[in-house]
Each structure stands twice: as structure tokens, then as C-alpha cells.
């Protein structure tokens, strides 16, 4: 089995798709998403509707996490989650649009009636963190001061420089997206950031973990790179 993580996609459906496609994907294998689905790009709802499809396949197993984004998104909606007051003027109107809404003065209740049902169940039920050892999957990072188990969902979703420049006493690699680079950041073995900034015109990158390999997409473009990442770890 083989397992593939991918970083933040932000309402790119087409690169999304491109790059799924392209992956040597075989019956048993895993997909592990790490949040930040919607906002900012042209297509949130399609994204979402995209994955909800790809967990109706038997053979690939689905890991999705929430995304500070998607937290921003359930807050908005009235749903419990954090800083919805943040979610409009954090890309958020791009995915009201992808769902025919195009008032910001809209009411609640018609925003949500725009809203699949199926759409808000994902939403509601995606995980914080997904360990699979030696690896720990986590959308924005760890505070490196608590063990895991003390970790806040303001860490797990929000945290960046504390995370990012510091090393952690957790005994896994931790596979995480939020802060955008221009490329995959190898810290290794305390950490690896998968967002590429996709949304900003650079890349979608997901790492291949058992043969530690880097796929990659450009915006605007259909090819997937295939990088040997294995070099990282020596």
C-alpha cells in the first residue's frame, strides 16, 4: 500500500483532478487530504464534491482533515468553529460564489440552503490529525511545547512560525500544509510542508510516503511532475 499526501488546494478543481488522475494510484492505496479545500480559488464546491466522489471508490482509502479554512467556513454557517467573522475576507466569498450565492449581505438561511447537506456533513466531520506512524498528518502543525494529546484545535489548524522554526519532542515527521513556500519544505525528520501556494499561481504537491516520492502539478497546467524525494532523507 501505498499513501499519498496532498497539500492545500483551495478551490482548484481542475489541478486537483489532473493530479489525482496522474497518480499511480493501485486498489488498497491511501489519499490523505491535508485540509484547506475551499476559498480563494474558482471552484470550492466542485472540490468538494470532487473528493466526496473519490470516497464512494472502495479501493483507495480517504484521510480528509480540516483546514483552518474549513473551520472559518462551519463558523460562518453558524456551525461550531472559529473566526467565521474572519471567513469573507479570507477568500471566502470566492466559494459563496461557486455555490450560485453572490450577495455578501445574503441571510443565513439562504446561504445554507445552497449548501448540500452532504457538503456540511463533510465538513463537520473531518478529523484534526491522523497518525500514521512515523508520520503525523495535521493541517497547519503542532505547538512543539504539548504532546499531542494537548494540543488545541487553534494549534492544529492555525499555528505557523512557532511550528515552522522550531524542532518538536514528538516522535513523528509531521506532514503539514497552511503556510505556503515555493516549494516542498524538508525539515527533516521534524517536519514537511506540503502547501505550495497553489492558489497563487505556484504548485500543487503531494508526497508519496512509502517511496518517497513528489508529484507535482503547476496551475493552469495538466502535466504531474515525478520527483524522487528519497535523496531528502539521506
Avoid at 53 to 63: V, Y
Avoid at 123 to 149: D, E
Avoid at 180 to 206: E, H
Amino acid at each position: 500500500m501505498r499513501c499519498y499526501v496532498i497539500g492545500d488546494i483551495h478551490g482548484c478543481l481542475d489541478e486537483l483532478r489532473y493530479l489525482v488522475e496522474g497518480l499511480p494510484l493501485e486498489s488498497g492505496d491511501r489519499l490523505v487530504f491535508l485540509g484547506d479545500y475551499v476559498d480563494r480559488g474558482p471552484n470550492s464546491k466542485g472540490v468538494l464534491t470532487y473528493i466526496l466522489e473519490l470516497q464512494k471508490n472502495e479501493d483507495l482509502e480517504l484521510i480528509c482533515l480540516k483546514g483552518n479554512h474549513e473551520d472559518m467556513f462551519l463558523a460562518y454557517l453558524g456551525l461550531p468553529g472559529q473566526h467565521g467573522d474572519m471567513f469573507l475576507y479570507n477568500g471566502g466569498y470566492a466559494t459563496l460564489l461557486s455555490y450560485g450565492i453572490s450577495s455578501k449581505q445574503s441571510f443565513l438561511d439562504e446561504i445554507t440552503s445552497q449548501i448540500s447537506l452532504e457538503h456540511i456533513n463533510f465538513l463537520k466531520n473531518l478529523r484534526t490529525y491522523f497518525v500514521m506512524a512515523p508520520f503525523l498528518c495535521v493541517h497547519a502543525g503542532i505547538n512543539p511545547s504539548k504532546s499531542l494529546a494537548k494540543q488545541s484545535d487553534t494549534d492544529l489548524l492555525w499555528i505557523r512560525d512557532e511550528f515552522i522554526h522550531n524542532p518538536h519532542r514528538l516522535p513523528y515527521t509531521i506532514l503539514f500544509g497552511h503556510t505556503p513556500r515555493s516549494s516542498v519544505l524538508f525539515d527533516l525528520p521534524y517536519k514537511i510542508g506540503l502547501d505550495t501556494g497553489l492558489v497563487y499561481g505556484n504548485k500543487l504537491s503531494c508526497l508519496e510516503i512509502v517511496e518517497k516520492v513528489l508529484y507535482q502539478i503547476a496551475r493552469g497546467q495538466k502535466d504531474v511532475k515525478r520527483i524522487a524525494a528519497v535523496d531528502q532523507w539521506n
